[in-house]
C-alpha cells in the first residue's frame, strides 16, 4: 500500500474521462513493471491489506 500511496501523491493530474483519479494505478502499474524488467524474477507476490481497522488504524 506505501507504494499506491506514494504513487498516487507523485504523479498530479492523471484522470479518466469521468473525472476519475487513476495516477495511482497508473504509477504502481508502472513501478510494477520496471520491477519485472530490471530483476526479471521467477516469481512474483502481490500483498494488500485487509479492508477495515489494522495496527495502523
Known sequence: ???IYRAYFAIKGL????GLSTNAVY???SM???LIR????E???VAMDLFGPTVRH
Not at 38 to 41: A, G, I, K, L, T
Request: overall charge negative; charged content about 25%; cysteine-free.
Open 1 to 3: 500500500m506505501s507504494h
Open 15 to 18: 484522470t479518466n474521462d469521468q
Open 27 to 29: 504509477g504502481f502499474v
Open 32 to 34: 510494477l513493471r520496471r
Open 38 to 41: 530490471d530483476e526479471s524474477p
Open 43 to 45: 516469481y512474483l507476490g
